[in-house]
């Protein structure tokens, strides 16, 4: 009677050390899953010029004898600015791209409304001119959230570089 026992004691010794390291593995090989993100503002940090039209639109050169002047506004659809990059102009660019970084940050805090990057060739003597804009709408590139966003329209190439928050 006493093998019986202790053959029991043994078997159910050995089911009970089984039960605690499976137990144990399931413990060990369980994730915390975090959820998707799901940011709602983008800051631009850095706005990259890629490429401009050669000619304004009449055909002519921007500049009269030289290369244009260039600096780009943060705008809305309605023109109304709300980066005014005049003093950040970059002169006589002849090789692409350029760039500039923001000392602050600028803060897209409504993501479904278009943003423009629009493109100026500053003119001392006459009106500065217009060479094109790209319209960011961040809504359209959350699936992955990118930090580095490429568009273009027309000739002109605009890559805006930032944070998702």
């Known amino acids: 009677m006493k093998s019986y026992k202790s053959k029991l004691n043994s078997i159910a010794s050995l ?11 399931q413990l060990v090989s369980c994730k915390k899953t975090e959820p998707a993100p799901n940011y709602t503002n983008f800051k631009i ?12 639109p009449n055909g002519n050169d921007w500049d009269f004898g030289g290369y244009p002047d260039i600096y780009f506004n943060m705008e809305d659809v309605n023109n109304n600015i709300y980066f005014d990059g005049t003093a950040s102009t970059i002169t006589n660019v002849s090789q692409f791209p350029i760039s500039w970084n923001f000392v602050s940050a600028y803060q897209i805090t409504n993501t479904a409304v278009t943003q423009y990057v629009t493109v ?4 001392d003597i006459t009106a500065d001119e217009q060479m ?14 990118p ?3 490429t568009k273009s329209n027309g000739s002109l190439s605009v890559t ?6």
């Open 132 to 145: 094109g804009y790209v319209g960011f709408t961040m809504n359209d590139h959350k699936s992955g959230y």
């Open 15 to 25: 089911f009970l050390k089984l039960f605690l390291i499976v137990c144990l593995f």
């Open 45 to 56: 940090t850095n706005v990259k010029i890629n490429q401009v039209p050669s000619f304004d």
């Open 160 to 165: 805006i570089t930032g944070t998702w928050y």
């Open 120 to 123: 100026y060739d500053n003119d």
């Open 147 to 149: 930090t580095s966003i």
